[in-house]
């Protein structure tokens, strides 16, 4: 079928919103019609450079549509289903999947990061040349061939904007939060970055009752957002923020420190900013190729503890409703991150809006 699409063809160069083509879901794969699509800042990676990626692509993994059509033996999936997608599909038996690490699956990772889908081909193509697939996702387009494994039944009720968002910013940020540092209630939680991520990062936060709750961003206005989100105390980037936090944790660091940015200067400051024997979790993608400066001095004699989170260690069949719930229930404000939809033709713009830090979240909606 022929659908529209927003194109990357090389970094530096606007997205170009054109007709391709879309082949049939194969066996184990879903047609799902694309309601919503975040603008997230992994996919803006791909602009950059700073993530590398065969092209040319459509990108978009964070999504959320009805299911059209599926595949051979699809199960699980049916046509009418309102889908919420994840980035990171999941084998169910290899090593990960099996010591519940499913984020890090590595049946899938090979051809999650080649763009293809999980068979090693592209359902894209344009004149018969193949267009790559951001996360097995591709959802900056009307319509995506997924695999059945990315797909997570969402009640009708939930806006499909949320259910989007669920797919990647919300999972990312609690998920790291609940499943990778595990916050206990009256800790003190300082959070670098009030984007996307960093806002579901202090929600996740006030959920596990932190008593502390400081957000830090060189943004102003990112500090008010952060503020609505839940945050207690909030700080502008700058040489005071590590006095300010120690003044605030009674003079000892944060017990839990968030990193929501990405950058290896900001991750060095997270080690100053924990107390001894806290936790820095970067949550973050930094440019591949990049790295950072970590004294191992400071990690023994202070029993600094650093570690990754990828995707909130998020196993998305179990936690992708479970945030669904909380958010009906009131205990997650996810309307508020919606802070302005976009059409697809719009993309370029919402990109710029995104970079300018004025808004929680943009989404696409079709
Ligand atoms: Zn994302
Ligand atoms: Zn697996």
């Known amino acids: 079928m022929k659908i529209k699409a927003a194109v990357l063809h090389e970094p530096g160069v606007p997205f170009k919103v054109e007709t391709i083509d ?3 879901p194969r066996e184990g794969e879903v047609l799902v019609r694309i309601a919503a699509a975040g603008i997230c800042h992994s996919d803006w990676h791909l602009m950059t450079g700073a993530t590398q990626h065969a092209l040319p692509v459509v ?14 033996g699809v199960s699980r999936i049916k ?10 599909p999941s084998c169910g038996t290899c090593y990960y999947c099996l010591h519940e690490k499913p984020s890090l699956c590595e049946t899938f990772v090979g051809p999650l ?3 293809t889908m999980l068979d090693g081909q592209t359902r894209l193509s344009k004149n018969g040349e193949p267009i790559y697939h951001f996360s097995s996702l591709a959802c900056f387009a009307e319509y995506a061939v997924v695999p059945e494994v990315c797909c997570v039944p969402m009640a009708k009720d939930i806006p499909m904007t949320i259910a989007a968002l669920i797919g990647c910013a919300v999972t ?12 206990r209630p009256g800790s003190s939680v300082a959070v670098y970055g009030a984007g996307g991520v960093g806002l579901n990062i202090i929600m996740g936060a006030r959920l596990a009752g932190a008593a502390h709750i400081i957000a830090i961003d060189t943004n102003e206005t990112k500090g008010d957002i ?19 936090i120690k003044r605030i944790t009674g003079g000892r660091g944060a017990d839990y420190v968030f990193e929501a940015v990405g950058l290896p200067h900001v991750q060095e400051e997270c080690l100053s900013a924990v107390r001894p024997g806290g936790m820095v979790i970067l949550a973050g993608l930094s440019a591949m190729g990049s790295s950072t400066n970590i004294p191992g001095a400071i990690l023994t004699r202070q029993e ?19 945030y669904a719930g909380l958010y009906q229930r009131g ?3 996810l309307d508020k991150l919606v802070s302005r939809t976009y059409t697809l033709e719009q993309i370029n713009e919402a990109y710029a809006e995104m970079l300018s830090g004025e808004i929680a979240r943009g989404l696409i909606v079709y």
Do not use: C, M
Request: aromatic share 8%; glycine share 14%; proline share 5%.
């Open 22 to 24: 879309l082949a049939e």
């Open 59 to 72: 990108p978009g993994h964070e999504g959320a549509g009805t299911v059209v059509t599926t595949g051979l």
């Open 79 to 88: 046509s009418g289903d309102h889908v919420a997608l994840s980035w990171a």
């Open 113 to 115: 990061w080649a763009g």
């Open 172 to 183: 990312t940020g609690i998920g790291a939060v609940l499943n990778t540092a595990q916050v």
């Open 226 to 244: 952060a503020t609505e989100f839940g945050a207690t105390e909030i700080l502008i980037s700058g040489p005071e923020v590590i006095n300010a």
């Open 304 to 322: 600094k503890t650093i570690t990754g989170s990828y995707y909130g260690s998020a196993n998305p069949t179990r936690d992708f409703p479970l």
């Open 331 to 333: 205990f997650l404000a």
